[in-house]
């Protein structure tokens, strides 16, 4: 479990991008972070591994605050996937997934294993090991990103935006593939992103962040989506308007349901879900 408490996080600047923040994050489920650009989501992200201190206020990891951890070896017990893979363009696939391993002493053999295995985890063939990043697409990089990232089975992953530099189609395979992956590896998620869709689809649990990460909103999408708590929550979700504002429509065999762009969506089973 992550508990932030009272957290603050003041710029140098004097931009406050996080504050007074309280969240519990639950173990083995996906919380998702979800705001519009500068809303302290990345900030937020950041300080559970301590790429960023906090002003004031604690984060505890399973109890333990973050502060009294050595950021190093934080970092690395950590798994941390970025926009674009954040690999290193230098270095083959394999070497980008073993960094981690190797700063933390595993023998070279044992490491290249684990790499091999983790490649299959996320669905790349063992053949894209010897190439570099960019001889891969978008979303084989960004596989490769998440690769590295899994690699030293940390217990928390972090995802900042990760799909947020791929087409359309890839993204959706990408979420799919997260999905399943999380099914398989039960691991503490957070996930960042600017997305209501992607928040939805993948989140257990949803944050609706505002400026200074003040919380809009938390739940499930469901509660999220039957009740929102404000109107600012009901127009950034989009309840009022695209895709989740269904109308009925009589056709002669029944009742569908079409989104406002006149898209049927589904049909209307009757009884209760
Ligand atoms: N190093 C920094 N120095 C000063 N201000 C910063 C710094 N990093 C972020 N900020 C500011 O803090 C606020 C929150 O930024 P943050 O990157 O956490 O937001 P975000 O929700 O992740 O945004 P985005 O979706 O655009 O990545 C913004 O106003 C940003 O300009």
């Known amino acids: 479990m992550i508990e932030f408490r009272s957290v603050t996080k003041t710029y140098p600047d004097g931009t406050v991008a996080v504050a007074d923040f309280d969240l519990v994050v639950p173990p083995h489920r996906t919380t998702v972070?979800?705001?519009?650009?500068?809303?302290?989501?990345?900030?937020?992200?950041?300080?559970?591994?301590?790429?960023?201190?906090?002003?004031?206020?604690?984060?505890?990891?399973?109890?333990?605050?973050?502060?009294?951890r050595d950021p190093v070896q934080l970092r690395r017990?950590?798994?941390?996937?970025?926009?674009?893979?954040?690999?290193?363009?230098h270095q083959r696939v394999i070497d980008n997934v073993t960094t981690v391993l190797r700063l933390t002493g595993t023998p070279k053999r044992a490491a290249r294993?684990?790499?091999l295995e983790v490649l299959d985890v996320v669905g790349l063939d063992r053949s894209l090991a010897e190439r570099y990043p960019s001889q891969l697409s978008g979303g084989q990089q960004q596989r490769v990103g998440v690769a590295r990232a899994l690699a030293a089975d940390p217990n928390i992953l972090l995802m900042d935006e990760p799909f947020g530099a791929v087409d359309p189609i890839v993204r959706a395979e990408l979420q799919t593939e997260t999905l399943r992956l999380q099914q398989e590896l039960n691991k503490t998620v957070v996930f960042v992103t600017h997305d209501v869709d992607e928040a939805f689809l993948l989140g257990d649990q949803v944050v609706i962040l505002q400026e200074g990460a003040h919380v809009a909103q938390i739940g499930s999408p469901s509660e999220i989506i039957e009740n929102p708590a404000s109107e600012f929550v009901a127009s950034?979700?989009?309840v009022e308007r695209g895709t989740r504002a269904l109308h009925t429509k009589r056709t002669d065999r029944?009742?569908?349901?079409?989104?406002?762009?006149?898209?049927?969506?589904?049909?209307?089973?009757?009884g209760t879900a």
């Open 236 to 238: 950034f979700i989009g």
């Open 33 to 68: 972070l979800v705001g519009s650009s500068g809303s302290g989501k990345t900030t937020l992200l950041r300080m559970i591994n301590r790429m960023v201190e906090p002003t004031s206020g604690t984060i505890e990891i399973d109890g333990t605050s973050v502060l009294d």
């Open 254 to 270: 029944g009742t569908v349901l079409v989104d406002t762009a006149g898209r049927t969506q589904g049909v209307l089973v009757e």
């Open 77 to 89: 017990s950590i798994g941390y996937v970025l926009q674009n893979g954040g690999l290193l363009p």
């Open 113 to 115: 294993e684990r790499a």
